[in-house]
């Protein structure tokens, strides 16, 4: 149980154009989706909260016109990268919780590797 | 920024040798978690922690939520070749709702 994905796993794109990446939950509803970058050999950087049916939480220095979230259903949450540049290039790992364990674990997907050119 | 103060940053140990690992804040967390990560995957949960002095143990690994609040640990017993990762804690602060915040990783290499 507690299964998270991620599509696409890796995406190559051109500078300027918008990346979408999905993350799902496959066998609960996840009110609550979570954004993660991570550079190489650092740790994950939380980018914003998702929540059904309301608009995401970002944190702190996160563009949110930048990293677009959408989280329509119970188990589905999508971030847009918009005119993504070089920098924008890292590691984005969604993750997500099941209120249904009643704890606070999340469980995270397996990643999307984005490499902007 | 990183509010959980993970060590050591990396260990190389030989197969079969006994691990410790450990994160402090200055904060008081509600919960600890211990997740591991390998090469180009996400994170995958190892122990979750939600009592002050609670020992749970996941077959060779134990981890214990310090008395308080402020630290956690994480032991490997008789470390095999595919304990090889880097290993993360988390913890979730009483005025954070459900967000994690992360420490910076101890990077584990076993040689055979």
């Keep these: ?117 | 920024g990183q509010q959980l103060n993970q060590s050591p940053q990396s260990m190389f140990i030989q197969e079969g040798e006994d691990v410790s690992m450990n994160c402090t804040s200055s904060s008081i967390f509600n919960t600890w978690l211990w997740y591991k990560q390998e090469p180009g995957e996400g994170p995958v949960l190892l122990i979750a922690l939600y009592k002050a002095g609670e020992l749970t143990s996941n077959g060779r690994l134990t981890a214990q939520f310090g008395i308080t609040r402020k630290d956690s640990f994480l032991n490997i017993s008789a470390s095999i070749p595919s304990d090889v990762g880097i290993y993360f804690c988390a913890g979730q602060r009483e005025t954070s709702g459900s967000r994690l915040t992360f420490g910076e990783g101890t990077q584990l290499t076993v040689n055979p």
Excluded at chain 1, 18 to 37: G, N, P
Excluded at chain 1, 65 to 74: E, G, M, Q, R, V
Excluded at chain 1, 91 to 102: E, L, T, V
């Design chain 1, 1 to 117: 149980g507690a299964v998270v994905s991620q599509h696409p796993s890796r995406v190559i794109c051109k500078s300027g154009t918008s990346v979408k990446i999905e993350c799902r939950s496959l066998d609960f509803q996840a009110t609550t989706m979570f954004w993660y970058r991570q550079f190489p050999k650092q740790s994950l950087m939380l980018m914003a909260t998702s929540n059904e049916g309301s608009k995401a939480t970002y944190e702190q220095g996160v563009e949110k016109d930048k990293f677009l979230i959408n989280h329509a259903s119970l188990t589905l949450s999508t971030l847009t990268v918009t005119s993504a540049h070089p920098e924008d290039s890292s590691f984005y790992i969604c993750s997500a919780r099941d209120p249904g364990r009643g704890g606070l674990e999340q469980f995270f997907g397996p990643g999307t590797r984005l490499t902007v050119l």
